[in-house]
C-alpha cells in the first residue's frame, strides 16, 4: 500500500500563489504518474495535473499557464505550483499516483486551499 501525503494548502488572496507538494511513502509502481485532482463544495472531483514518469505533462485547461507541476523522483515526491489563483480554483486538493497519466490508483487525504477576493 502507498501513502500519499500532501502539504501546503491554506487562504490566499485573488492573484497569489501556493506550493503544494505530496510525498509517496515509498515508489509506487517501476514506471509511475503523479498528479493533482481537486473537488469544489458541491462538485465533481476534477483533474488539475499531472505528468509522467518521461515528463509528459498534462494540463486541464482552467489552469494552463497558472499552475505548474514538478517531481522528484528519488524522493517519490511531486510539488504543484500555483499562480495567479483565482476564486474558482478553492477546492480540496488531492495528490494522486499511478502507472499513467490516465490511471491512478492511490489518492492522498486531500488539502484545502481557499483563495479569496
Known amino acids: 500500500q502507498v501513502q500519499l501525503v500532501e502539504s501546503g494548502g491554506g487562504l490566499v488572496q485573488a492573484g497569489g500563489s501556493l506550493r503544494l507538494s505530496c510525498a509517496a511513502s515509498?515508489?509506487?509502481?517501476?514506471?509511475?504518474?503523479m498528479g493533482w485532482f481537486r473537488q469544489a463544495p458541491g462538485q465533481e472531483r476534477e483533474f488539475v495535473i499531472g505528468?509522467?514518469?518521461?515528463?509528459?505533462?498534462e494540463y486541464a485547461e482552467a489552469v494552463k499557464g497558472r499552475f505548474t507541476i514538478s517531481r522528484d523522483s528519488a524522493q517519490n515526491t511531486v510539488y504543484l505550483q500555483m499562480n495567479s489563483l483565482k476564486v474558482e480554483d478553492t477546492a480540496v486538493y488531492y495528490c494522486?499516483?499511478?502507472?499513467?497519466?490516465?490511471?491512478?490508483?492511490?489518492w492522498g487525504q486531500g488539502t484545502q486551499v481557499t483563495v479569496s477576493s
Open positions: 515509498k515508489r509506487p509502481f517501476g514506471r509511475y504518474a
Open positions: 505528468v509522467n514518469w518521461n515528463g509528459v505533462r
Open positions: 494522486v499516483t499511478g502507472p499513467t497519466l490516465r490511471q491512478y490508483d492511490y
